[in-house]
């Protein structure tokens, strides 16, 4: 038990230092013939940002000092100023702040999820605690994390699809007894539809599978699991942008980010969520693995990925 609460402590401390890490995100704008200012976000990362727009010195339009929007990866639209008085320039100064997720996230609670381990293979699941708590500090009331036991070397699977939106190849997924803290973990980190996040974390040395922008089917593989600590545990997690408690000081353990409990697709003698301290055996079926596949791309799977 010692061991295990090391190795959690380690986790959370991890996750904390990882989540920091952004693309840049950057606005311009241009003004229209007509006298529309027109502001563009260019989203290099390859999932959505969260932006917040503060205006100064506004006049000849109608903007509230504040804008929030959110951008998709890419070149997009997300805000146009109108002139009141059409025969006058609008007059404004801005600044802008942002945040990895999109603000109205399309959270299903139904939405089953695989277990990220191989056809059949049995797994042990625990569920981690928040190191805040431990620190006695605020956490987010809906936290929630798991680890799921496995064999040295063994793949890691996608537990749904999305594209890929963060590798960290952080270098060696081992550590010295009694270290409590380390930032050398290898991690894959999946956007979904809804707008959730899914991170696979304490990956092989040199065993990340898959890179940044690839888009990902529940059931790929993805990784191969690394030792830390003695033990083989894969680090899980589904969370996504909460705008209720984003503050100035953001990261996912002490704000900004809330938590799915996710359902997965077990036996019906198991049910669909997760006991901590049980055994399950993985299932593939293939009802959840096309459930959000488009129909060309169901085809192509149920045709044995052949064009």
């Not at 260019?42 to 006049?59: E, K, P, Q, R």
């Not at 798991?146 to 749904?160: I, K, N, Q």
Request: charged content about 20%; glycine content about 8%.
């Amino acid at each position: 038990m010692k061991k295990r609460t090391i190795l959690y402590l380690m986790l959370l401390l991890l996750c904390k230092s990882a989540f920091s890490q952004y693309r840049d995100v950057t606005i311009t704008y241009q003004f229209n013939p007509n006298g529309d200012v027109v502001f563009m976000a260019n989203n290099s990362d390859y999932c959505d940002y969260f932006i917040t727009l503060t205006f100064n010195g506004l006049a000849n339009t109608t903007v509230p000092p504040t804008a929030q929007v959110n951008a998709r990866p890419g070149l997009s639209q997300v805000l146009k100023l109108t002139p009141v008085r059409l025969n006058e320039p609008i007059r404004f100064g801005y600044s802008y702040s942002y945040i990895k997720g999109n603000s109205n996230p399309k959270i299903n609670a139904q939405f089953k999820y695989l277990l990220p381990v191989k056809e059949g293979k049995n797994t042990k699941a625990d569920q981690i605690k928040n190191l805040e708590e431990f620190l006695g500090n605020p956490v987010s009331a809906n936290w929630y994390a798991l680890s799921f036991s496995m064999d040295e070397g063994d793949t890691v699977y996608a537990s749904r699809g999305g594209v890929v939106c963060r590798i960290n190849p952080a270098g060696k997924a081992t550590g010295n007894t009694g270290t409590v803290y380390t930032s050398s973990t290898n991690s894959v980190e999946i956007f979904h539809d809804d707008g959730t996040f899914a991170k696979y974390d304490l990956l092989k040395n040199n065993g990340i599978l898959t890179k940044s922008g690839e888009k990902i089917n529940a059931g790929d593989p993805i990784g191969i699991i690394g030792k830390v600590y003695g033990q083989v545990q894969l680090s899980f997690i589904v969370y996504y942008l909460d705008k209720k408690q984003i503050s100035n000081d953001v990261d996912y353990l002490t704000g900004g980010y809330s938590f799915v409990k996710p359902k997965f697709a077990l036996t019906e003698k198991t049910g669909s969520f997760i006991e901590p301290g049980e055994t399950y055996s993985a299932l593939k079926p293939v009802s959840i693995i096309t459930q959000e596949m488009s129909k060309k791309d169901k085809e192509k799977f149920l045709d044995g990925g052949k064009n």
